[in-house]
C-alpha cells in the first residue's frame, strides 16, 4: 500500500547544503526512496534504484515541463525557445537527438582527439614546468574552452561569455535565490553573445556547429530548430567538463594512493575520471515532472508533481555501491546516473569522457606526486557540484 512520503525540512539549494550536500544526501536517503521537501513542496528522491527508474520512464517522468523546479508549460522559461532536447519529450525528442547524436557521432570524434591529445600534451607540458598551477583556473577552464570551443567552430573573440553563461543556466533551474540572481545580472551580456553564435554564419565551416545545420540541409530540422540545437552544445558542453575535470583533480590530488596508481598505469585515466564522475558528480540534479499519478518507491506521485531527482546521491547509495564514499579508480563504476540514463542520458559523454582522459592521462605520464599546495575555493552553483579554485603542486616524473 502506498505510503505517505517522509517530510524534510532540506533546502538542497542553500549554501549549507551546496558547500557539502553528503550529510544531507545520506538523510535523504535514509528517510525513503521518495520524500517530501517542505522548502519547495516537492518530492525527491536520493537512492540509486527511484532515481534511474524515473529517468528510465520519461512517459511518466517527463521533461517537457523543465528539468528545473520552474514548470516551463506554466511560467516563462528564461530560455526562449526551451531546449529541443533536454526540456522535451517525444516525438520532439526523437526528432532532434539524432542531429545532434550524429554531429558528436564516434567518427567525428575519432577526428577530433589527435588535435584534442595535442593541446593537452602542450598544457600538461607547460604547467608541470611551473611546479605549482591552479587545477581550475589554469586547467580545467582552459583546456575544455581551447579543445571543445574550437571543435565547435566558435570564434575566439567572446569566448569568456562561456563560463558566466553556463553558470546561469545551471543555476536557472534552481530556485530564484540570490545566486540565481547574481548570475542572472552577470550573464545578461553572455546569453547575447551566445544567441548571436547560434547561426550558420558565425560557426566555422565543418566545425560541429555547423555540421549541426547539415541537418537542416538533410531536411530533418528548420534553421531555427538548428540554432536552439547549437545553444545545447554551448550549454552543456563546457561547465559540466570544467567542474567534471576540476573535481577529478581534487580528487586525485587529495588521494595519493590514487595518484600513484595513475602514475604507474596513466592507461587508468579513463576509468579515474568515471570515477570521479561518480564520487563527486558535476551535475548533482535535474528535476522530472509527472504525466500522470503514479507509484515510486512506496510513495504515490499526483499527476503535474514535480520531483527532484539527485543524481549525486544516487552515485553514493550504499544500496547500490560498495563504500560509496570511497574514491577507488579501479571500481566497476557502469550503473553511476552522473550523465543521467535513459534517452535524455548525455549525448555528449563521449566528448567529456575523450577531454577526461586525454586530460588526466598527460597530466599522470608527467607527474609523480600531485598535492594540494592551499585549501580549494568552492563555487557554489544551484545544479553543479565544482571548485573556483584549486592550488596544486607536482613534482615531476623522475626520468
Ligand atoms: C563531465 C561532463 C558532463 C556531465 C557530467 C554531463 C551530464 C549530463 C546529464 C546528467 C544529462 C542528463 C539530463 C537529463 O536527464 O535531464 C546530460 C544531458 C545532455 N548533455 Fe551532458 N554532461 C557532460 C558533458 C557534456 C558535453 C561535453 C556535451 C556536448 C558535447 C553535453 C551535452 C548534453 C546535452 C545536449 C544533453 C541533453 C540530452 C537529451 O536531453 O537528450 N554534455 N548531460
Known amino acids: 500500500m502506498a505510503a505517505l512520503p517522509p517530510v524534510l525540512d532540506v533546502d538542497p539549494f542553500s549554501d549549507e547544503f551546496l558547500a557539502d550536500p553528503y550529510p544531507d544526501h545520506e538523510r535523504l536517503r535514509a528517510a525513503g526512496p521518495v520524500v517530501w521537501l517542505e522548502t519547495y513542496g516537492i518530492y525527491a528522491s536520493a537512492r540509486h534504484a527511484e532515481v534511474q527508474l524515473a529517468l528510465q520512464d520519461w512517459r511518466t517522468f517527463s521533461s517537457a515541463a523543465g528539468v528545473g523546479l520552474a514548470n516551463i508549460e506554466k511560467e516563462a522559461s528564461f530560455f526562449q525557445p526551451p531546449s529541443l532536447l533536454l526540456e522535451a519529450?517525444?516525438?520532439?525528442?526523437?526528432?532532434?537527438?539524432?542531429?545532434?547524436?550524429?554531429?558528436?557521432?564516434?567518427?567525428?570524434?575519432?577526428?577530433?582527439?589527435?588535435?584534442?591529445?595535442?593541446?593537452?600534451?602542450?598544457?600538461?607540458?607547460?604547467?608541470?614546468?611551473?611546479?605549482?598551477?591552479?587545477?581550475?583556473?589554469?586547467?580545467?577552464?582552459?583546456?575544455?574552452?581551447?579543445?571543445?570551443?574550437?571543435?565547435?567552430?566558435?570564434?575566439?573573440?567572446?569566448?569568456?561569455?562561456?563560463?558566466?553563461?553556463?553558470?546561469?543556466?545551471?543555476?536557472?533551474?534552481?530556485?530564484?535565490?540570490?545566486?540565481?540572481?547574481?548570475?542572472?545580472?552577470?550573464?545578461?551580456?553572455?546569453?547575447?553573445?551566445?544567441?548571436?553564435?547560434?547561426?550558420?554564419?558565425?560557426?566555422?565551416?565543418?566545425?560541429?556547429?555547423?555540421?549541426?545545420?547539415?541537418?537542416?540541409?538533410?531536411?530533418?530540422?528548420?534553421?531555427?530548430?538548428?540554432?536552439?540545437?547549437?545553444?545545447?552544445?554551448?550549454?552543456?558542453?563546457?561547465?559540466?567538463?570544467?567542474?567534471?575535470?576540476?573535481?577529478?583533480?581534487?580528487?586525485?590530488?587529495?588521494?595519493?594512493?590514487?595518484?600513484?596508481?595513475?602514475?604507474?598505469?596513466?592507461?587508468?585515466?579513463?576509468?579515474?575520471?568515471?570515477?570521479?564522475?561518480?564520487?563527486?558528480?558535476?551535475?548533482?540534479?535535474?528535476?522530472?515532472?509527472?504525466?500522470?499519478?503514479?507509484?515510486?518507491?512506496?510513495?504515490?506521485?499526483?499527476?503535474?508533481?514535480?520531483?527532484?531527482?539527485?543524481?549525486g546521491a544516487a552515485n553514493r547509495d550504499p544500496r547500490r555501491w560498495d563504500e560509496p564514499d570511497q574514491f577507488d579508480i579501479a571500481r566497476k563504476t557502469s550503473g553511476h546516473v552522473a550523465f543521467g540514463y535513459g534517452i535524455h542520458s548525455c549525448v555528449g559523454q563521449a566528448v567529456a569522457r575523450m577531454e577526461g582522459e586525454i586530460v588526466l592521462k598527460a597530466l599522470a605520464e608527467r607527474i609523480e606526486r600531485l598535492e594540494l599546495a592551499a585549501p580549494p575555493v568552492r563555487c557554489l552553483n544551484n545544479t553543479l557540484r565544482g571548485l573556483a579554485s584549486l592550488p596544486l603542486s607536482v613534482a615531476p616524473r623522475r626520468h
Open 89 to 311: 519529450d517525444p516525438p520532439l525528442h526523437q526528432r532532434t537527438r539524432p542531429v545532434l547524436a550524429l554531429a558528436l557521432s564516434p567518427s567525428a570524434l575519432r577526428d577530433l582527439r589527435p588535435k584534442f591529445e595535442l593541446e593537452a600534451h602542450a598544457l600538461a607540458d607547460r604547467l608541470v614546468s611551473r611546479g605549482t598551477f591552479d587545477g581550475v583556473t589554469d586547467l580545467a577552464e582552459v583546456y575544455p574552452i581551447r579543445v571543445f570551443a574550437d571543435a565547435l567552430g566558435l570564434r575566439e573573440e567572446g569566448r569568456e561569455h562561456l563560463l558566466p553563461y553556463a553558470a546561469f543556466l545551471f543555476n536557472a533551474f534552481g530556485p530564484r535565490n540570490p545566486r540565481f540572481e547574481a548570475t542572472l545580472r552577470a550573464g545578461e551580456a553572455a546569453r547575447e553573445w551566445v544567441k548571436r553564435q547560434c547561426n550558420r554564419r558565425a560557426l566555422r565551416p565543418g566545425g560541429l556547429g555547423s555540421r549541426v545545420f547539415d541537418a537542416v540541409n538533410r531536411g530533418e530540422v528548420s534553421e531555427e530548430e538548428a540554432a536552439v540545437l547549437v545553444r545545447s552544445l554551448l550549454s552543456a558542453g563546457l561547465d559540466t567538463t570544467v567542474y567534471g575535470l576540476g573535481n577529478a583533480l581534487f580528487a586525485l590530488a587529495t588521494h595519493p594512493e590514487a595518484w600513484a596508481q595513475l602514475h604507474a598505469q596513466p592507461e587508468l585515466a579513463r576509468t579515474a575520471f568515471e570515477e570521479a564522475l561518480r564520487f563527486e558528480s558535476a551535475v548533482q540534479t535535474f528535476f522530472r515532472t509527472t504525466t500522470a499519478e503514479t507509484d515510486l518507491g512506496d510513495v504515490t506521485l499526483p499527476a503535474g508533481a514535480k520531483i527532484l531527482l539527485f543524481l
